[in-house]
């Protein structure tokens, strides 16, 4: 499969990205002390058949749901179960949907109730490096640029990077050529072209960058119990430069937060 889109297939990649921007938003109002992730994760499915795409995940590697949920130290891929939320927890929900046979594939950590001030940073130093690494994504980079840019970004903070997860490139399929490491060195790697499509998503430790994975298969956490951080934007590169294929402003209209991260990057108006 080219590595290159179409502008028609970056316009479906868009429509599914964007469905899933919404149903992130949707859950953002829903994410309390109290609320089980199983019951989040069915409100998701309902919300993205009612837009008329089908879960990304759902059956994916055999993955038994709409969202991959992850609190506290779980890093990513975990399974909702009927536990509540509580007060302090942090959360990583990562969602995909599937319309017109292309993938969008989007990730947030929420905050549930009033959380610690150091897991606060974690988050807005883990979305920070998302888009310092985004700022990369364009002709006369490299693989290696991003993931150098994205590392350096949190390691100045003691933060660990997860080695074994990586992007991805984004089209048909959920997971495609390249994968984009968190981590690298500068001008090595593939080299970024008009039309290429990612899935950045830095998942970053608070502590050490060693994971474990639990015995359902699924489940990875952080190999010291501290938490993680992960957030994911699909970017394909038009003109030359990243264009934002996904929004989190759904997520802030939601939350009444004023943010312009998302300013200096190109993006299409986004209609309701
Ligand atoms: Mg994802
Ligand atoms: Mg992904």
Aim: proline share 4%; charged share 25%.
């Amino acid at each position: 499969m080219g590595l290159q889109k179409t502008k028609q297939e970056i316009e479906f990649i868009r429509e599914s990205a964007l469905i899933v921007s919404k149903t992130l938003g949707m859950l953002a109002a829903e994410i309390k002390p109290g609320v089980t992730t199983l019951h989040l994760d069915k409100l998701a499915e309902t919300f993205i058949r009612d837009h008329d795409a089908e879960p990304g995940f759902l059956g994916l590697y055999d993955f038994p749901n709409t969202l991959c949920v992850s609190p506290n130290a779980q890093v990513v891929h975990g399974i909702p179960n009927d536990t509540p939320l509580v007060e302090g927890d942090i959360v990583s929900i990562d969602c995909g949907a599937l319309k017109n046979g292309y993938y969008g594939d989007h990730a947030y950590t929420f905050e549930v109730g009033d959380v610690e001030e150091s897991t606060r940073k974690l988050l807005a130093i883990t979305k920070e490096s998302l888009y310092v690494g985004i700022d990369l994504f364009r002709v006369g980079k490299r693989v290696g640029d991003v993931g150098h840019a994205i590392q350096r970004h949190v390691e100045a903070h003691g933060y660990g990077v997860v080695r074994e997860l990586v992007g991805h490139g984004l089209g048909k399929t959920m997971h495609e050529k390249p994968e984009m490491p968190n981590y690298g060195r500068r001008g090595r790697g593939k080299a970024f072209s008009e039309g290429m499509v990612i899935a950045l998503e830095p998942m970053i430790n608070a502590g050490t960058h060693k994971i474990n994975q639990l015995a359902d298969g699924w489940t990875i956490l952080t190999a010291d119990g501290m938490p993680s951080a992960h957030f994911e934007h699909n970017i394909a590169i038009v003109d030359g430069e990243p264009e934002l294929l996904s929004t989190f402003s759904y997520i802030y209209e939601a939350l009444g937060i004023e943010s312009d991260e998302e300013k200096p990057f190109r993006t299409k108006s986004i209609s309701k």
